[in-house]
């Protein structure tokens, strides 16, 4: 059964940093690349970033560029989303997804963590 | 505003066929495949139609999808209350090189 669990949310001031973390289990996690996807309270959905399996390929919304860093650790099944100069619009649940094939469809999602920007 | 448009709402009675449309351009419903999404109150969304019209293992056959253009639709026939939920259009944009969302259609059984 394919898992993903996110850790790492949280409450942190404007301009501050917070480091995203995505367990993933049931699945061969290196052939797969992964997504990161957020929600504002009570907005839509937002594409933020996808990796490739190896790590080597990433894409990144025009609103985080720059600011936010996706990376992975194949061997601990591990996704992570490095958010610098936060802002107060990044306040969202953070889900990761697995993509079912990259730059397609996402299969399978974690339920979410909260990361709240504000003072 | 959302590179994807869908109608903010839609609603039917149980039993009835409900369509929910997307609208893109060239640069992502024109020329990739469109995916479609479920989100129930307070969950996670959850894959409801990939490559336009397929359904993964566990959907029912209710639900299908369609593309046409730069535009897709999804189709809901026999409605239950159980589909009450948001419903997001998504696909890959090759101009800004990012998948794109649709801005979500709260679907209401009556």
């Known amino acids: 059964e394919v898992q993903l669990l996110e850790s790492g949310g949280g409450l942190v001031q404007p301009g501050g940093s917070l480091r995203l973390s995505c367990a993933a289990s049931?699945?061969?996690?290196?052939?797969?690349?992964m997504s990161w996807v957020r929600q504002a309270p009570g907005k839509g959905l937002e594409w933020v970033s996808d990796?490739?399996?190896?790590?080597?390929?990433?894409h990144f919304a025009d609103s985080v560029k720059g600011r936010f860093t996706i990376s992975r650790d194949n061997p601990r099944n591990t996704l992570y989303l490095q958010m610098n100069s936060l802002r107060a619009e990044d306040t969202a649940v953070y889900y990761c997804?697995?993509?079912?094939?990259?730059?397609?469809?996402?299969?399978?999602w974690g339920q979410g963590t909260l990361v709240t920007v504000s003072t | 505003q959302s590179v994807l448009t869908q109608p903010p709402s839609a609603s039917g009675t149980p039993g009835q066929r409900v369509t929910i449309s997307c609208s893109g351009s060239?640069?992502?419903?024109?020329?990739?495949?469109v995916n479609w999404y479920q989100q129930l109150p307070g969950t996670a969304p959850k894959l409801l139609i990939y490559?336009?019209?397929q359904r993964p293992s566990g959907v029912p056959d209710r639900f299908s999808g369609s593309k046409s253009g730069t535009s897709a639709s999804l189709a809901i026939s026999g409605l239950q209350s159980e589909d009450e939920a948001d419903y997001y259009c998504?696909?890959?944009?090759?101009?800004?090189?990012?998948?794109?969302f649709g801005g979500g259609t709260k679907l209401t059984v009556l």
């Open positions: 997804a697995k993509d079912r094939v990259f730059g397609e469809s996402l299969d399978y």
């Open positions: 049931g699945f061969t996690f290196s052939s797969y690349a």
């Open positions: 990796i490739s399996g190896s790590g080597g390929t990433t």
């Open positions: 060239s640069s992502n419903i024109g020329s990739n495949t």
């Open positions: 490559s336009n019209n």
């Open positions: 998504a696909a890959w944009d090759g101009s800004l090189n990012g998948r794109v």
